[in-house]
């Protein structure tokens, strides 16, 4: 077993990358949702956002507001399928733009195992862009067991459900990708519900 922890990146004085903003437009354009956004993002002062796509690091209070807006705008199945296919279309960019091809390659040719701790070892170098001022740890064996504490895009909310599925569907894009298409990725436990971290387990056996 192998613990990992992301070390605080001098950047991260709160904020996280946009495609937490880039990719939910696109999620609510392909639903349908289009007319929605002006009002969705107005509600959250976030218009600008509209206007003027962010293409650099934004705001993790900013963005907790717009994600947690939609689960509060939206039925529960709705919000979750929206922030699931933002979650997915995140990483599909990471896939396309951020992860070099000869890497993917290799990570397809390995055993899943080692390719599920050189993955991991990747997104908690990068954890900050995701977790912004959160705690990213890992543990690694014949599973990924990733833990988010203090994450910001549930902070100060409370739910019934847990409801990090933007998580949950960018980790399970990249490790169904890169590791092994037999991958489920489950979230445990969720700061919203009261628990102490955003856990989510990784297996492909």
């Not at 289009?34 to 206007?51: N, R, S």
């Not at 000869?102 to 899943?112: F, N, S, T, Y």
Request: hydrophobic fraction near 45%; aromatic fraction near 6%.
């Amino acid at each position: 077993m192998r613990t990992l922890t992301a070390q605080r990146h001098d950047d991260a004085a709160g904020v996280v990358g946009p495609n937490a903003v880039l990719q939910l437009q696109a999620a609510m354009r392909a639903a349908g949702f289009g007319e929605q956004l002006e009002p969705l993002f107005a509600d959250v002062d976030a218009l600008d956002w509209l206007v003027d796509p962010p293409s650099v690091m934004v705001d993790e209070r900013r963005v907790a507001r717009l994600h947690q807006r939609v689960r509060s705008a939206f039925p529960p199945a709705r919000a979750r399928a929206l922030l699931t296919d933002a979650g997915l279309r995140t990483a599909d960019y990471l896939l396309a733009v951020r992860i070099p091809r000869p890497a993917q390659a290799l990570l397809k040719l390995l055993p899943p195992r080692i390719a599920a701790v050189l993955l991991t070892q990747a997104i908690r170098k990068n954890a900050w862009t995701f977790a912004g001022t959160g705690v990213f740890t890992a543990v690694v064996g014949g599973s990924v067991e990733i833990a988010i504490r203090g994450n910001p895009f549930c902070a100060g909310e409370q739910a019934q459900t847990k409801v990090c599925c933007w998580h949950q569907a960018v980790f399970a894009r990249l490790y169904t990708t890169l590791v092994s298409p037999k991958v489920r990725v489950s979230e445990l436990a969720c700061e919203a519900m009261g628990n102490d971290g955003c856990r989510f387990s990784v297996r492909w056996r």
